[in-house]
Every structure is written in C-alpha cells, then in structure tokens.
C-alpha cells in the first residue's frame, strides 16, 4: 500500500516555475536545482535545493516551495551589477555589497559606473572583495549611494579616488568634476547635481567643476593638454 503511495503520479514533478530572474537563465537555475521532470516529490528537501541555487554569483536569495501535488515553485532574489572596477587588465564587477559577480577581459560595454583607484588583495566570485585600501572603497560607495539617493547615478561613468581619498567623478557626456576630500557624500553629490543642472541648461560639456573648496565653485573649459593627458 506505502510503495503504491509513495510512487503515485499524483506525487512526481510536473511543473517547475521559476521566477524573479533577470540576469540569469531559467536553464541555469534549474541545473543547479538538481530538479527532475517526474522526480518523486517524497523526501524533496527544499533547503538542499535552495543551497544548491544559492552558489550562483548572481543569486542573493533563492526560496523553493512545492505549490501543490506536481508543481515546484523557485523564487529567486538576484544580485544587482552596482560597480566595476579594473584591475590588472581585467574588470571586476560587484553588487552594493561588494560580492564579486563576474570578472572579465576585454572591451567593456556597460553604463554601469567604474571605481578606479582601488587595489584588491584578493577576490573570488560569490565573494565580497577584499581590497587593500578598503577604506577607500567604502567612500567610493558611498558616493555612489549618494548618487543613487540623488537620482543621478546614471550620469556617472566613473570614480576615481587617490590614496588620500580625493574624490574625481567623471560623467557619460564628460564633465568632470573635483571633489576633493569630501566629509559627507550626500551634500557633495547634490551640489555636484544643481551644478550639472546649471550646465545642461547652459549647453555646457567637456568643462571641469572644481568643488575642492567649500563653498565655492568653479567652472573651466578643459585645455587641450588635458584632453591628451586623459
């Protein structure tokens, strides 16, 4: 009577659906499932199969149910790409936590802001980064999260922080603008963004804002020499 239950058709895997994934493919999820079409669904252990999805760079939270008799549910929470960052001819990109998603060579397409400036003592994928001026990573982000706040991070295509964390932010249309030393992000970047709205209005691009000292602001057209120095 048990081996009739237990190997009924009422009990094996139909259906699978997969959902919140953007970034990664179905076909991906479900080989780290390790999910079967006509599984037996006794003795399926969600949290096995939530681990397994959970390896994937990508994937911040997977969350497995069985919905009814035949169908499995996946609900995946995915890593968002936040930063990139050169190194060593490569570029590596991490999420707002600083968990390492991906590495790659060659040309970057992307409009997703670059740090530069920061040195890793090591980094794995599905990792968080481990740089050697760490520190200068957290001001990175939180210029970035102040930019976010402020509704013009994608204007943004690239921070660049020395090793006394001075502040360069470089934009898509190629204003840049000196930032300096900043001790509160949130009020640096929203003068930076009445000073990129003043611009626009004006017409003005490829001009350099200098923001280095408090309270005064100052606007020049980039020579020559330092478009060839770029």
Known sequence: MY?????SKLL???????EGIDQIEESVILDLSGINYNDQLFGFKHFDVESKIEKHPYVRIANVKRKNFNTINIV????????IIPYMGSYVTLDENKFV?????????????????IEFTSFNIGDQAQAENIQSLDVAYQVLGAAREADILDMISEINIDKNEHIKIVT?????????????PAYSVLALKEALITLHTRDMRDVIIDMRY????????????EVEND
């Open 12 to 18: 094996i895997i139909k259906s699978i659906n997969i």
């Open 3 to 7: 081996y009739i239950i237990f190997h």
């Open 76 to 83: 995946v929470r995915e890593r968002e790409e936040y930063a």
């Open 101 to 117: 998603l991906k590495v790659s060579d060659g040309i970057l397409e992307s409009n997703i802001c670059i740090i530069t400036g």
């Open 172 to 184: 898509f249309n190629g204003i840049e603008a000196l930032l300096g030393h900043i001790e509160n």
């Open 214 to 225: 408090e309270g005064h602001i100052t606007v020049r057209q980039r020579s020559r020499q």
